[in-house]
């Protein structure tokens, strides 16, 4: 089992960063890959960003490559989302996922363990 505590969100006027954080626990937590997901009232869960068990392969989303990155310091258990110039459109509520298979993984179906959110707002 594992259990995952994301924190971090809060409210950011457009163009401000945050940095998200989700601490996991669980003895193997290193073999895992792990990724973020968002939702918006009233939307489907979307990918955002993903990282290998060893943090040297990454991937993102169209829509914020460039602005966010993903890292884990497995010493720490924890996976992070530097998220810079902030638009409207990125709130939501950002879930940490963590998936077995320990390789990148975009679909969301892939992923055995979810965080409860963490809300991100973002302001005009």
């Known amino acids: 089992q594992m259990q995952l505590v994301e924190s971090g969100g809060g409210l950011v006027q457009a163009g401000g960063s945050l940095r998200l954080s989700c601490a996991a626990s669980?003895?193997?937590?290193?073999?895992?890959?792990m990724g973020w997901f968002r939702q918006a009232p009233g939307k489907e869960r979307e990918f955002v960003a993903a990282i290998n068990w060893s943090g040297d392969d990454t991937y993102y989303a169209d829509s914020v490559k460039g602005r966010f990155t993903i890292s884990r310091d497995n010493a720490k258990a924890a996976v992070y989302l530097q998220m810079n110039s902030l638009k409207p459109d990125d709130t939501a509520v950002y879930y940490c996922?963590?998936?077995?298979?320990?390789?990148?993984?975009?679909?969301?179906?892939?992923?055995?363990?979810w965080g409860q959110g963490t809300q991100v707002t973002v302001s005009s």
């Open positions: 996922a963590a998936q077995a298979r320990g390789g990148v993984q975009f679909q969301a179906s892939e992923y055995n363990y």
């Open positions: 669980g003895r193997t937590y290193s073999s895992y890959g």
